[in-house]
C-alpha cells in the first residue's frame, strides 16, 4: 500500500545535463536524474518553508542518449561583495562579460543527455515550522498533485540546468504510468534501463535529515520567536545583565552546503533514492 504523503510526477525533455562535481571544468552528466535535480524540479512546481521532500524512487522511462556540444560560459564570477556593491551603487560595479568573443566568456565541452523521460515519487513531510504553524501534509500533498496536473509551477523546472526545460504532468500511479509508457514504446519496463550498478553519485548538497528544519526570510518588522533563557546579555553601566532582544533576519535553520553521496543501482528499470533504504558516504569513502 502505497504511503499517503507520497507524490509522483513524469518528467521529460529533449536535453538534460546533471553533472558530476568531480569534472572541474567541462560538464559530464550522470546517466541518470539525480536524487537533488528530482528535489529541485518538485520545487519548482511547489515548495514552503513549511514542508520538504524526500524523494522516493526515480523511474526511466526514456534512457536518453549521450550528445556533445560546446557552449558559452564564462571564467568570471560575482562575488558577494560586488553583489552588495552594485544595489547600492550600481556604476561603481564591472559587469562580467558573457557570450562569444566577451572578455569573460569562453567555450567549453559538454557531455549532456538527450530525449530523456523520468517518473519521480516523493514523500512530502512537516518541517518544524510547520508543525508550529499547525499545517497537515495532506494539504501540502493535495496542492502538489493538483499543481502538477495543471501544469503550474513557481519557475519553469528544469533537467540538471536551467536552460534544459522540462516538462511534466502528475502520475497517480508511477509504476502503472511506467508500464503504460513502455508499452506505448513498444517495451518491457522492466528492459527500460537492464539492472545495473552506477557506483557512487551525487544525492544532495543539503542533509536530507536536517532539512526538517525548514527556513524562511522574515518580512521587514516581523521577529522570530526567542526564548528569553535563549537570549544573549550584556553588562551595562551599573554592572547588571540585562536581557538583549535579537533581530534575526530568518526563521528555522540556515543549511550549509555539503556534498552527500550514496551507491547507485538500477534495478527493474527504477533508481532507489529514498533515505532509508540506500547507504550514504558523506565524502568518497567516508560513509555515513
Same mark, same amino acid.
Given at each position: 500500500?502505497?504511503?499517503?504523503?507520497?507524490?509522483?510526477?513524469?518528467?521529460?525533455?529533449?536535453?538534460? @545535463?546533471? !553533472?558530476?562535481?568531480?569534472?572541474?571544468?567541462?560538464?559530464?552528466?550522470?546517466?541518470?536524474? !539525480?536524487?537533488?535535480?528530482?528535489?529541485? *524540479?518538485?520545487?519548482? #512546481?511547489?515548495?514552503?518553508?513549511?514542508?520538504?521532500?524526500? #524523494?522516493?524512487?526515480?523511474?526511466?522511462?526514456?534512457?536518453?542518449?549521450?550528445?556533445?556540444?560546446?557552449?558559452?560560459?564564462?571564467?568570471?564570477? %560575482?562575488?558577494?561583495?560586488?553583489?552588495?556593491?552594485?544595489?547600492?551603487? +550600481?556604476?561603481?560595479?564591472?559587469? #562580467?562579460?558573457?557570450?562569444?568573443?566577451?572578455?569573460?566568456?569562453?567555450?567549453?565541452?559538454?557531455?549532456? %543527455?538527450?530525449?530523456?523521460?523520468? *517518473?519521480?515519487?516523493?514523500?512530502?513531510?512537516? !518541517?518544524?515550522?510547520?508543525?508550529?504553524?499547525?499545517?497537515?501534509?495532506?494539504?501540502?500533498?493535495?496542492? #502538489?498533485?493538483?499543481?502538477?496536473?495543471?501544469?503550474? @509551477?513557481?519557475?519553469?523546472?528544469?533537467?540538471?540546468?536551467?536552460?534544459?526545460?522540462?516538462?511534466?504532468?502528475?502520475?497517480?500511479?508511477?509504476?502503472?504510468?511506467?508500464?503504460?509508457?513502455?508499452?506505448?514504446?513498444?517495451?518491457?519496463?522492466?528492459? $527500460?534501463?537492464?539492472?545495473?550498478?552506477?557506483? %557512487?553519485?551525487?544525492?544532495?548538497?543539503?542533509?536530507?535529515?536536517?532539512?526538517?528544519?525548514?527556513?524562511?526570510?522574515? @518580512?521587514?518588522?516581523?521577529?522570530?520567536?526567542?526564548?528569553?533563557?535563549? %537570549?544573549?546579555?550584556?553588562?551595562? $553601566?551599573?554592572?547588571?545583565?540585562?536581557?538583549?532582544?535579537?533581530?534575526?533576519?530568518?526563521?528555522?535553520?540556515?543549511?550549509?552546503?555539503?556534498?552527500?553521496?550514496?551507491?547507485?543501482? *538500477?534495478?527493474?528499470?527504477?533508481?532507489? @533514492?529514498? +533515505?532509508?533504504?540506500?547507504?550514504?558516504?558523506?565524502? +568518497?569513502?567516508?560513509?555515513?
Amino acid at each position: 500500500m502505497e504511503s499517503e504523503n507520497l507524490v509522483s510526477v513524469r518528467v521529460w525533455g529533449d536535453f538534460a @545535463c546533471f !553533472t558530476r562535481p568531480e569534472m572541474k571544468v567541462e560538464r559530464v552528466s550522470y546517466p541518470v536524474m !539525480t536524487p537533488s535535480a528530482a528535489r529541485g *524540479i518538485l520545487e519548482a #512546481i511547489f515548495w514552503e518553508p513549511q514542508m520538504h521532500y524526500w #524523494i522516493d524512487a526515480v523511474r526511466v522511462v526514456k534512457k536518453g542518449g549521450w550528445m556533445s556540444f560546446r557552449r558559452n560560459e564564462v571564467t568570471a564570477k %560575482l562575488s558577494l561583495d560586488s553583489a552588495q556593491t552594485w544595489m547600492k551603487a +550600481p556604476e561603481k560595479v564591472s559587469p #562580467i562579460q558573457a557570450g562569444g568573443g566577451a572578455a569573460d566568456g569562453t567555450q567549453r565541452n559538454m557531455l549532456a %543527455l538527450r530525449d530523456v523521460e523520468y *517518473i519521480i515519487t516523493a514523500q512530502v513531510f512537516l !518541517t518544524e515550522l510547520g508543525e508550529k504553524a499547525g499545517q497537515n501534509t495532506r494539504k501540502y500533498v493535495e496542492e #502538489i498533485k493538483r499543481r502538477a496536473a495543471q501544469g503550474k @509551477c513557481f519557475h519553469r523546472p528544469a533537467l540538471g540546468m536551467r536552460e534544459f526545460a522540462a516538462d511534466f504532468d502528475h502520475e497517480p500511479d508511477p509504476q502503472a504510468a511506467l508500464e503504460r509508457r513502455a508499452a506505448e514504446q513498444g517495451k518491457n519496463w522492466r528492459t $527500460l534501463w537492464p539492472d545495473e550498478d552506477l557506483g %557512487l553519485m551525487l544525492y544532495d548538497v543539503f542533509s536530507f535529515a536536517e532539512q526538517q528544519h525548514g527556513f524562511r526570510w522574515l @518580512c521587514e518588522g516581523t521577529h522570530a520567536q526567542v526564548s528569553p533563557a535563549a %537570549l544573549p546579555s550584556v553588562e551595562t $553601566l551599573a554592572g547588571k545583565k540585562k536581557r538583549v532582544v535579537p533581530t534575526p533576519r530568518y526563521e528555522g535553520v540556515a543549511l550549509k552546503p555539503r556534498a552527500y553521496f550514496f551507491h547507485a543501482k *538500477i534495478e527493474n528499470s527504477r533508481l532507489n @533514492c529514498h +533515505p532509508d533504504r540506500v547507504r550514504f558516504v558523506r565524502e +568518497p569513502g567516508e560513509e555515513v
